[in-house]
Each structure stands twice: as C-alpha cells, then as structure tokens.
C-alpha cells in the first residue's frame, strides 16, 4: 500500500510537471516595501528572541506577500521556540510551497519541539507540497538553472578536487565551468527572461545566486554590465531579494579592484562613503546597516551615521 501510495504521488508530479507555468502575480512597489518593513522589525525581535513579537510581524508581512520561503521559514522556527504546534506546521508547510529547501525539515536545531511531538510532515506530505510550488513557476527553467548549479557544485566537491594533485588545474577546472555557466545562463535568460520569483521561485533565485556569486564575479566588467541592470530591475520590481543584489554588487566591486564596498554587506571591507550608507541601502529595500549589524552581533564601523 505505501509503495502505491508513492507511486501515485510521482505519477502526480510527471502529469503536473508538463502543466507547470511561471506565476502571473507580480507585486507592486508599496506592498514590497510594507513587506521589508514588517520583515526587517521581525528579524530584529528575532535577534533579541522576542519570538511573538517576531511572528506579529512576519504574519503582518505575509498578507503582503508570501512566496518568500526563508522568510516563512523562520517565522516557521520562531513559532517552533513558542511551541505553538498549529503556527509551526501551517508556516512549515508555506515554506515547503514556496521553494525551502528539503534538508531543513529533519534538523533537531531547527524545529525540535515539532520532531519532539512526531509531526514533521511525511515524505509523502513533502512531494504534494513540492507539487504546489512546481506548479507555480516554469520547470523547464528550474531545471535548466538545476542543471548548471549541479555542474557548479560537481567541480567545487571536495572527493573530486582531492583527487587531482596540481592546484593549476583545480583552478583551471573551476574557472572553465564558471564561464561555461555563465554563457549558458545569458542563453537561458534570452530565452525565458531574467529569473526571478515569477517564473523560478525561491529555489530558482537561490541557484541564480550561486553562479553568480561563482562565475559573474571571476568575469571581465562588461559581464557584470550585462546583468546588472537586469538584477537591479528585478529588486525593484519585488522579484529579487535586496539582499541577495547588494551581497553580488559588493562582490563584483571588490573582485573587480574596488578596495571599498558600497551597501556594506561583507564585514571585512572598508564601506565607501560610509555616512550615507544608509540612503543606498535605503533606496534597494534594506535595513540600516546599524540593524543588520545588530542580528549579526557586529559592531558598528568607524564614521557610520544612521539615516
């Protein structure tokens, strides 16, 4: 009967699969930036393990939106802290839908209360799950990006580099991939559009990240010129999480000979015109830099002046 029941679920994905489109809901500016708001207030409650004022907040953010799967995800573990079962299993099971990760949902230091009682949802419970996302977005796309990001990740396995002796061609290995995808991602998005929440989801966005965090930022400036704009577009649409743009922007400005970084996301560089940092942050979606600093337990670099 179980292997039956499996069977009928997998035969459920390979008939939605081929029915699977990009979402048409896309979000309008003042409903993205009440959702950053309500969200950065969450994560600060967080940072001082105010959980049910955290969970106030993020169920504000949700009724702006909810395809935001790390966000859900850790009101998810907020209302695990507060042992408030139905929340746990109800924001777990949002999650799962808008593209969380499957390695999350067995790990004690993530939701130990909802393992302690045995409800953890089932193996079965995750593929419909699973389904409800896949049929949100374009697989076709998904799994073009799931395709590069597994080639990404095939060079940077350690049992494989530990196997070849000379570090040159280690290098060389990586380097040829990372270009490799690079071409492949252009060709990609000239044929299905830039990738975003819209048409790849949350799982999609976070492989789009990976290779660019890989490749684009090993690349000449006029690749970066390239993607850029695409990426910025994305931010202020809704479809790009501000965070994710300035982690690659500050990136590609430090790889690039930059010794200064310009939002301020990586703690071991210097931040360019520090004092009006803020209103750069300010104009992606971001949180002062004091905020995140404080979630991260950071202090807060010489010259800084809140705006």
């Not at 850790?74 to 949002?94: P, Q």
């Not at 060709?187 to 790849?200: D, M, T």
Request: with cysteine; glycine share 4%; net charge neutral.
């Amino acid at each position: 009967m179980i292997k039956l029941k499996f069977l009928f679920l997998f035969f459920c994905i390979f008939i939605f699969f081929p029915l699977a489109r990009a979402s048409d809901k896309k979000i309008n500016a003042m409903d993205q930036q009440q959702y950053l708001m309500h969200v950065h207030k969450a994560r600060l409650n967080l940072a001082d393990t105010l959980y049910q004022k955290a969970c106030d907040e993020y169920e504000i953010a949700f009724s702006y939106r909810k395809d935001y799967a790390e966000d859900l995800f850790d009101c998810t573990k907020a209302y695990d802290k507060l042992n408030n079962t139905e929340k746990t299993i109800k924001y777990l099971k949002l999650s799962i839908e808008a593209g969380c990760g499957w390695w999350n949902y067995n790990n004690d230091q993530y939701l130990p209360n909802l393992k302690r009682l045995n409800k953890l949802p089932t193996a079965s419970d995750l593929l419909l799950y699973r389904i409800t996302y896949y049929q949100n977005i374009n697989i076709d796309y998904l799994l073009e990006l799931e395709k590069l990001l597994a080639r990404d990740q095939i060079v940077r396995d350690q049992n494989l580099r530990a196997q070849i002796a000379d570090p040159n061609i280690k290098s060389s290995l990586i380097r040829i991939v990372d270009s490799a995808n690079m071409v492949a991602l252009r060709s990609l998005i000239e044929k299905y559009g830039f990738p975003e929440f819209s048409n790849v989801g949350h799982q999609g966005e976070s492989d789009v990240l990976a290779l660019l965090l890989h490749g684009l930022l090993k690349e000449d400036s006029l690749s970066w010129a390239y993607f850029q704009p695409k990426l910025l577009n994305a931010v202020k649409n809704g479809q790009l999480m501000p965070e994710h743009y300035a982690l690659l922007y500050d990136r590609a400005i430090s790889d690039n000979g930059r010794e200064k970084q310009y939002y301020g996301v990586m703690p071991t560089l210097p931040i360019d015109d520090i004092e009006n940092v803020d209103i750069r942050r300010k104009e992606i979606g971001l949180m002062p830099l004091e905020d995140e600093l404080k979630i991260y337990h950071l202090p807060v670099p010489d010259g800084y002046i809140r705006k």
